[in-house]
């Protein structure tokens, strides 16, 4: 089955630099690949995806990128804010027909 | 619109009991996924349904199991509880199921909120 690995697991930024999280996945059927944001407590919110006939896709200060070639995603944010600490999951949907996540990364973004 | 609304939030139950999770998609969503998220084992798919059928399922022990009414609304249930099925057991909801993503389809999958199982 799908197998998505990410890293860092941590990232610490200072405020308004960037942070990019990358991703990688096993199952070359994969098309989607969506983003998601969980703070303390709270669901895991979608802030951006991506499908596998695009190669970016921007929104605002965060982007993602993908390389069907090599198997791999990036979430870049720019500009970082402390609003912006919190862990951000990977996710890819291939033939298993489910989302399979990647193991997470927690962001901090210092003041 | 309403989000996806998961029932109830927080529970403790004790070994050997079982317990039923209740979740409510967004109105006109006829998919729900259920998820286990853990520390360790972090989001792990447990099962989908999709017009009242599971259309899909993941590597957990027969002891979790779920349906899906006319209505769309979906429960999970875990028989014999152990105290390795602590965890936030989410819901997610979406139009036509995660497969069904297409090249510019409007099938975003949302989660609720979670519902916390302690077992002690």
């Known amino acids: 089955g799908e197998n998505v690995e990410q890293h860092p697991s941590t990232l610490s930024v200072q405020e308004g630099d960037s942070a990019v999280i990358k991703c990688t996945y096993s199952d070359s059927a994969s098309n989607y690949f969506p983003w998601y944001k969980q703070e303390l407590g709270k669901r895991p919110q979608l802030i951006i995806d991506i499908r596998s006939n695009v190669g970016e896709k921007k929104d605002q200060r965060i982007a993602v990128t993908l390389n069907k070639t090599a198997k791999h995603f990036s979430l870049h944010i720019t500009e970082t804010q402390p609003e912006d600490s919190a862990v951000y999951f990977c996710?890819?949907?291939?033939?298993?027909?489910?989302?399979?996540f990647g193991g997470g990364t927690r962001l901090m973004v210092k003041p | 619109k309403a989000g996806v609304t998961q029932t109830p939030r927080y529970l403790i139950k004790t070994r050997g009991q079982q317990v039923t999770l209740s979740c409510s998609p967004i109105?006109?969503?006829?998919?729900v996924s259920w998820y286990q998220q853990t520390p360790g084992q972090g989001l792990q798919f447990l099962f989908e349904y999709f017009s009242e059928t599971q259309r899909n399922k993941g590597n957990f022990p027969g002891r979790f199991s779920g349906r899906q009414f006319s209505n769309s609304r979906s429960e999970m249930n875990v028989s014999t509880l152990e105290l390795g099925d602590s965890a936030l057991y989410l819901c997610?909801?979406?139009?036509?199921?995660?497969?069904?993503?297409?090249?510019?389809?409007?099938?975003?999958?949302?989660f609720g909120e979670g519902s916390w199982l302690t077992v002690v």
């Open positions: 109105s006109g969503h006829r998919s």
């Open positions: 996710a890819a949907v291939g033939t298993g027909n489910m989302l399979t």
């Open positions: 997610a909801s979406s139009l036509y199921g995660p497969q069904k993503q297409g090249l510019n389809s409007g099938n975003t999958i949302y």
